[in-house]
């Protein structure tokens, strides 16, 4: 049975960064595309990063280029979400999701193409 667990979430300030981790048992993780969602509150879930298998090849949604840096470790079975210079509209549940085997869209963000979700993680920032 596959498991996601992430962590780091929490209240900052404007300008703060944070650390998201999400670490994923029961399956073969270095086989999987690996990608990090949010979902606002009243919105509708957004893309935000995504990194191929051996991390060689990351993407970025427009919000956070530049702020955000998505990275895994395969022998640790995790996936990072280095998040600089937060702004209040990042406030949103952030998940972790692994990518279908052999997904050919994930990486661009197509969740329909991520079998399995985590349960979330929450990151308030405030002024």
């Known amino acids: 049975q596959v498991r996601l667990v992430e962590s780091g979430g929490g209240l900052v300030h404007a300008g703060d960064s944070r650390r998201l981790s999400c670490t994923a048992s029961?399956?073969?993780?270095?086989?999987?595309?690996m990608g990090w969602f949010r979902q606002a509150p009243g919105k509708d879930r957004e893309f935000v990063a995504s990194i191929t298998l051996n991390g060689d090849n990351t993407y970025y949604s427009d919000s956070v280029k530049g702020r955000f840096t998505i990275s895994r470790d395969n022998a640790k079975n995790t996936v990072y979400l280095q998040m600089n210079s937060l702004k209040p509209e990042d406030t949103a549940v952030y998940y972790c999701?692994?990518?279908?085997?052999?997904?050919?869209?994930?990486?661009?963000?197509?969740?329909?193409?991520?079998?399995?979700w985590g349960q979330g993680t929450q990151v308030t920032v405030s002024l």
């Open positions: 999701a692994v990518g279908g085997q052999g997904c050919s869209h994930c990486l661009l963000g197509f969740d329909y193409e991520y079998d399995h």
């Open positions: 029961g399956l073969s993780f270095s086989s999987h595309v």
